[in-house]
């Protein structure tokens, strides 16, 4: 970490209260996870993970740093000294220019906020080092929806803002069945160049090949969930003749479905249920069957260009009077006078209303909704699906062992976190 860096205390976590200890790869040469951002003042990701890790009795910290030198942050990036590195804004893109190895999703939304260092632990490979690269906005907004039961099947979807975040929410809304997603812009210019960029980054995964690197003579390489967990095996040192024939046992399993799959659970129900199925059952987790949030199956290109849109605010009731979900991605809303994006004469009371922000107790589009009677949700429950999806990162790209359940994780997350009296109604505001 750069001393130029604003640290704030970080949350060390009480692995005894939980018992016993797994027994931690050798290889790990850090037991540091960070978020990284400017401004960051305050953030709810060092409880959220404390939680995680106490439930978890895994003995590693989490702290904030507060970076406003972007040449600082791409230097902490490269020097790979942590476990796990959130990334806030305004460092996504430059985190996924920092990548060697890009998940499919960070790639597609031209951004990442998770970034894990991978380091061999065979005289083999002792020369390999990668820095993974993932986006977790999409997961974390749509798992939660989910959860909450506020996500229909075939969800016509109209998407305030053009960043990074909205195109990772698109991105997983059309992952996860929507009929259609809208983009709205201000400039429609600008927002036509991020989709043609958008679409040819679908290209580029689809056809999984390796990019173009910000780093002098190096590729990216993107990968999907089952790349992942086999290439993984080679760059930990991990590779034997039990773990080969493992390889091209899962190799085997590997349908037209899942091809492009981002799915870490290769076994996951392809049915509308599989997050609930996967979420709320409570069953115990292994690395050699890694937890997985959502899908994650990326839709075809053809598919996609029918499928999503971009168009001016000035076009959003033509959207909106058809649409089941309205998400709030711009930064309307971030500050305290902040006006709508939407103004409330387009909302109605059957309108499933998201806004990412939560920093502010309330938005004037959240207050918009709540006018309307439609079921609204501030950002509170994305950012913790948004962590837990970040810690089964680590703990399936790390060998970190656990045995305890996914539910489990989540209340320990809640809890240590403040927010588990009432999560529903503490990020609902109507």
């Not at 960051?40 to 939680?51: I, K, V």
């Not at 920092?98 to 597609?108: L, N, P």
């Not at 990442?112 to 993974?132: D, F, G, M, R, T």
């Not at 076994?267 to 959502?294: E, K, V």
Request: proline letters at 4%; glycine letters at 6%.
């Amino acid at each position: 970490m750069n001393a130029a860096s604003d640290r704030v205390t970080g949350t060390h976590c009480d692995n005894r209260v939980k018992g016993a200890h797994p027994v931690l790869p050798a290889f790990l040469s850090s037991r540091e996870c960070f978020v990284m951002g400017y401004p960051m003042a305050h953030s709810l990701s060092p409880a959220l993970f404390a939680g995680a890790f106490a439930a978890a009795g895994l003995p590693f910290t989490y702290s904030i740093c507060n970076e406003p030198n972007a040449d600082n942050a791409l230097r902490t990036m490269n020097n790979q000294q942590f476990l796990l590195m959130n990334v806030s804004t305004p460092y996504k893109t430059l985190a996924l220019r920092a990548a060697t190895t890009v998940r499919q999703e960070a790639m597609v939304a031209g951004g990442a906020n998770v970034l894990i260092p991978l380091h061999s632990n065979s005289e083999q490979h002792k020369s390999i080092s990668q820095l993974y690269a993932d986006n977790v906005d999409g997961v974390g907004c749509i798992a939660f929806l989910q959860s909450q039961h506020a996500w229909p099947c075939d969800a016509r979807v109209v998407i305030c803002g053009t960043g990074p975040t909205a195109f990772a929410i698109a991105h997983m809304a059309l992952c996860e069945g929507a009929l259609s997603v809208c983009l709205l812009s201000r400039d429609y210019q600008r927002a036509s160049e991020r989709l043609s960029q958008y679409l040819q980054r679908v290209q580029g995964v689809s056809s999984v090949q390796g990019v173009p690197s910000a780093k002098s003579n190096q590729d990216v390489q993107v990968v999907s969930g089952m790349q992942i967990a086999r290439d993984m095996r080679v760059i930990l040192g991990a590779q034997s003749a039990q773990d080969e024939q493992s390889v091209q046992n899962e190799q085997s399993v590997q349908n037209t479905q899942y091809a492009q799959d981002g799915c870490d659970a290769h076994n996951i129900p392809s049915d509308s249920s599989a997050f609930h199925d996967t979420f709320h059952t409570g069953a115990a987790l292994s690395i050699a069957q890694p937890p997985c949030l959502l899908k994650r199956t990326l839709p075809s290109y053809s598919y996609l260009t029918h499928a999503l849109h971009i168009d001016t605010y000035n076009h959003a009731e033509d959207y909106l009077n058809c649409a089941d979900v309205v998400i709030n991605a711009s930064t309307l809303g971030m500050h305290p006078h902040d006006v709508s994006p939407i103004q409330a004469r387009y909302l109605h009371s059957q309108h499933v209303i998201f806004d990412v922000t939560y920093a502010q107790p309330t938005t004037a589009f959240l207050e918009a909704a709540h006018a309307v009677h439609a079921r609204a949700y501030n950002g509170l429950g994305m950012l913790v699906y948004q962590a837990l999806e970040g810690f089964f990162d680590m703990c399936t790209l790390h060998c970190i062992p656990l045995t305890v359940s996914t539910d489990t994780l989540l209340r320990a997350m809640l809890e240590k976190s403040g927010i588990d009296k009432s999560f529903s109604r503490k990020c609902e505001r109507a």
